[in-house]
């Protein structure tokens, strides 16, 4: 089996559609992929809807967290998506994203980017505005070369000229509500230093011992080295070891089923989750 639990669509900041997302995955082979919109699920109807034949989806999101000042990512699968604590959290980070993209719009152009909310408004369309569509916007203007590029200090970057706060979960709360939906909890990306300050190892056993499932141990933006050294602290901490794309579409380099999960990790997943089931694909509906 193929497994690639981390993924996006245009429900937040993937130029893929939820269904062009999954008719892509099994296009590339996978037999199992998750859907994990940042702080959302507004993509989940239609995914299921257009759900081909052989492919099994994982709902899921990955929610926005800050602990002492560094930010992480939290991927939370097979939760209840109407648990009214959850929920009002999720719409908590939701409705903070459209004045923190205008706070950067504004900051950009004091620092003479002649980017505009209309420009940014119009590349994020439906999808819940965030850091990569400012980041693509200045990407048409010729101010950086990619996406990437534009998450540094000079620009987007945690702490960088342009950055501007949101509100976001403490990742030990963000563990607790996610259980409390019956969902299991992922930390993203946990060493991924090109994106910007990490927190030390020590935090992830604190997180651990607070009923964290797992760490994001294979993805694109951990070298080799720092794979195996994940793997052998998930080992230690007795911690799920995932592997997945962060595929985004035409957004990012990274394609489906870059890095994928072990079967075995993905059904302790499946065992451990009693808020939503994965939905097996029934031929897919829509166009």
């Known amino acids: 089996m193929r497994i690639d639990l ?29 859907l994990t919109d940042h702080d959302t699920s507004r993509g989940y109807a239609e995914a299921v809807a257009a759900l081909p034949a052989g492919l099994t989806l994982v709902t899921g999101a990955e929610l926005s967290c800050r602990l002492d000042g560094v930010g992480l990512h939290m991927l939370a699968y097979l939760f209840d998506p109407d648990e ?27 620092l003479g980017v002649p980017v505009t909310w209309e420009q940014v408004a119009r590349i994020a369309g439906d999808g819940s505005v965030g850091r990569p569509h400012v980041a693509e916007a200045l990407v048409e203007l010729g101010v950086v070369g990619s996406v990437s590029d534009a998450f540094t200090p000079d620009w987007l970057a945690d ?62 933006d951990h070298e080799p080295a720092t794979r195996a050294r994940l793997r052998g602290l998930a080992a230690d901490l007795g911690l799920l070891a995932t592997g997945s794309s962060d595929y985004h579409g ?10 994928t999960t072990d079967p075995e990790v993905y059904a302790e997943i499946t065992r451990r989750a009693t808020g939503a089931f994965p939905v097996p ?7």
Request: aromatic fraction near 2%; glycine fraction near 12%; charge should be negative.
């Open 159 to 220: 702490g960088g000229r342009a950055y501007v706060g949101k509100h976001e979960l403490d990742p030990f709360d963000a563990i607790r509500l996610v259980k409390a939906a019956g969902g299991v909890t992922v930390f993203a990306h946990p060493a991924a230093v090109k994106r910007g300050q990490v927190v030390p190892e020590s935090v992830i056993a604190d997180l651990a011992a607070a009923g964290l499932d797992g760490i994001e141990t294979d993805h694109m």
């Open 250 to 259: 035409s957004r990012k380099t990274c394609v489906l089923g870059e890095f």
């Open 84 to 110: 009214p604590e959850l929920l009002r959290e999720r719409e908590l980070v939701r409705d903070d994203r459209v004045p923190r993209a205008q706070g950067m719009v504004t900051k950009l152009q004091d």
């Open 6 to 34: 981390h993924t996006h669509s245009t429900a937040s900041d993937g130029t893929d559609s939820p269904a062009e997302l999954v008719r892509n995955a099994a296009a590339a082979g996978l037999d199992v992929v998750a």
């Open 281 to 287: 694909g029934a031929g897919g509906t829509t166009a």
